[in-house]
């Protein structure tokens, strides 16, 4: 998933950044309101944290913009502004949920993931594919007892379609989410075309992936 962190001091955002790509988010990041409002409006990012005192503009002020821009992302407001106030404000104004300094970056990564849950109605984590089990949290898919190995590129692309289920994606909001910022002249739909080559070749070795599907002129999507 594709994750914007505005935060003004570097070394909290770099330390952020660090953890959550090891978590395998893709991670951009903005040290300043108007940096993360002029990436709100090049790209679109499943979750945004926001921290409210940033150097040019309040935080929630910021917040109440990016909803415009954003209006799909999950918001987390990270702050050391601890007053009630302002944590009702946050939240009044959209924010899904709100951290208060210092935190850890385990809980900012449960937090995420419990919003994630809820915004794609995922009540376990296990989630049955055909005959497959795809386990989000561990990274796997099963047929039975049996693991079937898929790479990182692979199962970030299955995993992001199976979220997104019954939806067709355009192989541009793939990419986007998968490998992060691609400009007209670097986009090659053809990375996406081979992973989603290898996918069925690996799971169709052991079972149908009928639900996979490709939707001529578009992309892709998972069918269930």
Known sequence: MKVLIVEDERS???EMSAFLKKAFYVCDLAYTAKQGLEKMEENQYDFIL???????????????EAKKNCPDAAYIVITARGQLEDRIRGLDLGADDYLPKPFSLLELQSRMQAIARRKFAINDTQIALGDFTV?????????GKD???????????LSYMLLHKNR??????????IWGNFSDDDY?????????????????AFSSVEWLQTIRSVGYKIKI
């Open 168 to 177: 067709p994606l355009t192989r541009l909001q793939l990419s986007e989410h």
């Open 188 to 204: 090659d739909s053809n990375y996406i075309d081979v992973h989603i080559k290898n996918i069925r070749k690996k799971l169709g």
């Open 12 to 14: 909290m955002a770099a």
């Open 135 to 143: 386990d989000l949290q561990k990274r796997t898919v099963f047929l």
């Open 50 to 64: 926001l921290d409210l005192g940033l150097p040019d503009k309040d935080g929630l002020h910021v917040l109440a």
């Open 147 to 157: 693991e079937i190995p898929l790479s990182r590129k692979e199962f970030d692309l």
